[in-house]
C-alpha cells in the first residue's frame, strides 16, 4: 500500500512541476505577463499539499496535510481573483473563506474520504460557519459601506436582506 502512495505523490509532484514549466513556457512563446499569475506560486503548492494529505492514511497527518492545504489553495486563489481584479479591499471579509470556510472543507474532504463521519460532520459544519462570516462581511462590506467602490447592482441591493434572512432561519433551526 505504502508503495502505491508514493506512486501517487510522485506522480503528482511531477505533474505539478511540468504544470509550471509548462505555464512558465507559455508565458515566454505569447509575451504573458507572467506578473498577474503570482498567486500560482501560492495556489500550486497548496494543491500538492492537499492531495497529498487526501492520500495519506486516515489520521493526524493526513487530516493536517489535507487542512493545511485547503488553506493555501483557497488563500492562493483569493490572492488571484483580487491580483486580476484589483479589488483588494475584499480582505476586510473575504479572510473568512480562508479561515475558517477551508479549514472545515479540508476536515470534511478527508473525514469523507477516510470514513470519519464525525469529522466530515465537523468540517461541513465549520464550512457552513465560515460561509456565513463570509456573505454577512459581503453584504455589510458592500451592502452598506460599499468598500469596493463598485456598484454590485441588483446583487448588492439584494445581498445584505437575503444575509439576514439565511442568518434569521439559521438561528431559528439550530438544534442547540
Known amino acids: 500500500m505504502a ?3 508514493t506512486g501517487a505523490t510522485r506522480i503528482v509532484l511531477g505533474s505539478v ?3 509550471v514549466g509548462s505555464v512558465l513556457l507559455l ?6 505577463d507572467l506578473g498577474t499569475l503570482w498567486p500560482l506560486f501560492v495556489i500550486v503548492p497548496g494543491l500538492v499539499v492537499l492531495v497529498s494529505g487526501l492520500a495519506a492514511a486516515p489520521g ?3 487530516t493536517a496535510a489535507t487542512v493545511t492545504g485547503s488553506q493555501l489553495t483557497a488563500l492562493g486563489l483569493l490572492l488571484l481573483f483580487q491580483n486580476v481584479t484589483g479589488l483588494w479591499q475584499t480582505w476586510a471579509y473575504a ?3 480562508v479561515w475558517p470556510t477551508s479549514i472545515g472543507l479540508g476536515l470534511a474532504a478527508h473525514g469523507s474520504l477516510s470514513g470519519s463521519d464525525g469529522s466530515a460532520r465537523k468540517g461541513v459544519t465549520t464550512a457552513m460557519v465560515g ?3 463570509f456573505m454577512a462581511g459581503f453584504a455589510f462590506f458592500e451592502g452598506i459601506l460599499n468598500i469596493s467602490g463598485s456598484a454590485l447592482g441588483l446583487l448588492g ?3 445584505l436582506p437575503a444575509v439576514l434572512i439565511g442568518l434569521g432561519l439559521a438561528v431559528m433551526l439550530r438544534r442547540r
Do not use: E, K
Open 3 to 5: 508503495t502505491d502512495r
Open 17 to 19: 512541476i511540468i504544470l
Open 27 to 32: 508565458g515566454r512563446v505569447i509575451d504573458l
Open 60 to 62: 493526524g497527518a493526513g
Open 95 to 97: 479572510w473568512a473563506l
Open 131 to 133: 460561509f456565513l462570516i
Open 157 to 159: 441591493d439584494l445581498a
